[in-house]
């Protein structure tokens, strides 16, 4: 990536499951990141969409850790359970698998969030909901999380 992926971007999913990758989000990557992402169940309700560089690193990180602990193992299924390769086709749409949009509650209106190095893939309605319900929070948030240590 050429730089930290930010942003809100509307999108619209197609009723095969595809949505258009919007032009400005794809020039975060170079040209060879483009076609290999990941997509996996995320944390509240939505999906992730990892680069494959970033996939890579993650599950590196989850199998450094003792395998023989349960909860390590436990919790190395269950991050990639449902993890399913994607790339963009001629038309540079992302298919989003059946078993996922299912989970995730998302049909025709989504969110895409530029989250750093991925990128979350919001129901538009469940991402209203969750903003509304954290907006009151953010200044606490913001106080905890970057006050000076």
């Known amino acids: 990536m050429k730089k930290p992926l930010f942003g809100e971007y509307e999108c619209k999913v197609d009723s095969k499951g595809r ?14 990141e ?3 992402f990941v997509i996996n169940k995320g944390m ?6 990892y680069p494959q560089q970033v996939w890579e690193r993650e599950i590196e990180k989850i199998y450094s850790k003792n395998q023989f602990l349960e909860k390590n193992r436990t919790f190395a ?7 399913q390769p994607v790339h963009l ?13 299912e989970s995730s509650e998302i049909q025709n209106d989504i969110v895409l969030i530029g989250a750093y190095d991925r990128i979350e893939i919001w129901s538009k309605e469940k991402f209203e909901n969750w903003l509304n319900a954290h907006q009151q929070d953010f200044t606490t948030l913001s106080e905890e999380v970057m006050k000076d240590e």
Do not use: T
Request: proline share 5%; with cysteine; charged share 25%.
């Open 19 to 32: 949505f258009l990758f919007p032009s400005v989000l794809l020039s975060f990557f170079s040209e060879e």
């Open 34 to 36: 483009q076609n290999e």
């Open 44 to 49: 509240d309700s939505c999906l992730v969409l």
């Open 77 to 83: 299924r269950m991050f990639q359970s449902g993890a």
């Open 89 to 101: 086709d001629n038309q540079k749409r992302i298919l989003i698998p059946k078993k996922l949009l």
